[in-house]
């Protein structure tokens, strides 16, 4: 009963003599019993309509000053019944959505952790959405673009719509999310997006995987796939660390950017040596249930770095005695 007194002024509440109080206790009861009527009607009311659904969501909009005192608010704003104008989510029109954004960067495995995530029953993860430079000109087709997704209005092969329990995208650092960190992060905590980022330690890997991938596209393109694994970088030792430390400021001000967020870190390198510890941790991040995920994408384990950079000597020269040493030697 206490949590439904909290609406009242705590003042009124004092009990006073005896011979005053009667009228007062009678009033007060007679308001208590209406709050409690229509408290026990409104909750009854949201039973109807959704069925088998965690206690938390009856109170969805059932934002009262008794709030934080009836339950674990911390999970409210997480929960939507988004209603797409392309279909009806018919028997799971019941089931909350849990909306989320991976935010990445090129060559950090995005695409590999992608694909586990729609390994799941009940999760959609659409890709590169702002990749167009269109969707992303302006704040306001940004925002409309979100919109879309997050009421499951947006088609890819891997929408799963109706029984989606947990809709998002992958959002690259480059692909307007820094141009617009103030509306985005508002955005993400009004609409209680959460955020997955995936990031990787090993910057040097990174860009070597950056400057070998943007080969690979131009040699397929030229001369099919045949040089690919020939292929080593030659990395610009003048801009080298400079280069590195902007990769890693750039994450660093995205984790500035967006930490007022709901949100998980993975690493790249911690999601290489076991994945399904790693993806245990985003299902249960998403409070989603359980399930084992796989991918079809095989990842090779690469070998050591000396291997594929060829000014290594200069590299490894260069680096030695640096902060960036540490990953010359570093399996992933
Ligand atoms: C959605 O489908 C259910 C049954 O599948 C139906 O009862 C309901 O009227 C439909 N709603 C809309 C808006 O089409
Ligand atoms: C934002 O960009 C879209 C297309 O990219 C354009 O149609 C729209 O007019 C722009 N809005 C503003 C306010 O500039
Ligand atoms: C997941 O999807 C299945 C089948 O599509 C559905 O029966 C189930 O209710 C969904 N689970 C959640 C948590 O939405
Ligand atoms: C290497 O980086 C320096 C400094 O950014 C730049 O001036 C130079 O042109 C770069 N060299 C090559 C070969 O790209
Ligand atoms: C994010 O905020 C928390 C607490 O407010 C703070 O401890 C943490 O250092 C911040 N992280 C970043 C990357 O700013
Ligand atoms: C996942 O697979 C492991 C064995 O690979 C099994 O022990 C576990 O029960 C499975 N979990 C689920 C939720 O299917
Ligand atoms: C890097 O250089 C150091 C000497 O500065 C050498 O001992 C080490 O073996 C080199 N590492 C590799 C992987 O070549």
Redesign the pocket.
């Known amino acids: 009963m206490a949590e439904l007194l909290c609406s009242f002024n705590k003042d009124s509440l004092t009990i006073k003599p005896l011979k005053k109080s009667s009228l007062v206790l009678r009033l007060m009861l007679s308001a208590i019993a209406m709050v409690c009527g229509i408290y026990i009607c409104s909750i009854c009311l949201k039973q109807m309509n959704l069925q088998n659904k965690s206690k938390f969501l009856l109170f969805e909009d059932f934002k009262r000053p008794c709030y934080d005192t009836i339950i674990d608010r911390s999970q409210i704003p997480y929960l939507h019944y988004p209603k797409p104008k392309t279909f009806n989510r018919s028997e799971c029109a019941g089931n909350p959505v849990r909306l989320f954004a991976i935010v990445s960067m090129q060559r950090s495995g995005s695409g590999w952790f992608e694909t586990f995530l729609n390994s799941h029953l009940n999760i959609s993860s659409n890709g590169e959405i702002f990749g167009p430079k269109f969707r992303r000109n302006n704040v306001s087709s940004v925002i409309q673009t979100l919109d879309r997704v997050y009421n499951l209005d947006w088609f890819t092969s891997s929408s799963k719509n109706e029984c989606s329990a947990a809709i998002g995208f992958k959002w690259m650092l480059n692909q307007g999310l820094m141009q617009y960190p103030k509306e985005i992060e508002q955005y993400f905590n009004d609409r209680g997006v959460n955020v997955i980022f995936l990031l990787r330690r090993n910057v040097l890997r990174r860009l070597v995987s950056m400057l070998a991938n943007s080969f690979d596209k131009d040699a397929k393109l030229l001369n099919g796939a045949d040089l690919l694994s020939k292929y080593k970088p030659e990395l610009n030792i003048t801009s080298l660390k400079s280069d590195l430390r902007g990769m890693e400021s750039t994450a660093e001000k995205a984790l500035n950017y967006f930490n007022s967020t709901r949100h998980i870190i993975i690493y790249y390198e911690d999601l290489m040596k076991d994945p ?1 510890q790693k993806l245990i941790e985003v299902e249960d991040f998403l409070k989603l ?4 995920l796989t991918s079809q994408q095989v990842k090779i384990h690469k070998g050591s770095l000396s291997e594929h950079i060829k000014n290594w000597e200069e590299v490894n020269k260069t680096l030695t005695g640096t902060t960036y040493e540490k990953f010359l030697q570093a399996d992933y």
């Open positions: 399904s249930p359980r399930m084992n």
